[in-house]
């Protein structure tokens, strides 16, 4: 049974423990439980991303309309690689959309604080301040280190040793 105010993943892991199951099994049984949920409008989004939807050509040489933003909501449980397929397929989006949505469902999961670093590491600026490059499972870590290396203005010799310093740590 689930009840309100339940956390479907507490639930779904608690029924794997006690049935001996594995943590695909569980993550199998949280994905239905979602399922069901949302089906049935029990269960509201952990988090939505508005996604702008390429605008279709005008006729007779017209401007083409403004984009349409369509909402795309996650629940507790989604896998947002699946989540972005479907999306971009429900839509007939290009193969190239699909990259942009994940990387969208993948950065708004990181503000929202719903998904943990691989890693951490604390690097110290030139001005004395302390600041974190965090790096997330799927991140690109060469590009994570360049844009924290342009973001706080890092010579070419100081960004070179950020990458190498994320490698290591990746290693």
Avoid: C, M
């Avoid at 069901?36 to 006729?59: D, T």
């Amino acid at each position: 049974p689930w009840y309100p105010g339940d956390s479907g993943a507490q639930l779904a892991s608690e029924f794997a423990k006690q049935h001996g199951l594995g943590a695909d099994q569980r993550i199998q049984i949280l994905r239905g439980l979602i399922k069901e949920a949302k089906g049935r409008g029990l269960v509201q989004p952990i988090f939505s991303l508005n996604v702008a939807l390429p605008p279709f050509p005008g006729e007779d040489g017209e401007e083409p309309p403004p984009p349409k933003r369509v909402p795309l909501d996650v629940y507790d449980g989604d896998d947002l690689e699946t989540v972005a397929a479907e999306f971009t397929a429900r839509h007939s989006l290009p193969d190239a959309y699909q990259a942009q949505v994940r990387q969208g469902l993948r950065q708004r999961a990181k503000e929202q604080g719903l998904v943990r670093a691989l890693f951490e590491l604390g690097v110290t600026l030139l001005s004395g301040e302390r600041e974190v490059l965090k790096v997330y499972e799927g991140d690109n870590i060469d590009q994570v280190a360049i844009d924290f290396a342009i973001k706080h203005d890092l010579g070419h010799d100081e960004r070179e040793a950020l990458v190498a310093a994320v490698e290591e740590q990746a290693q």
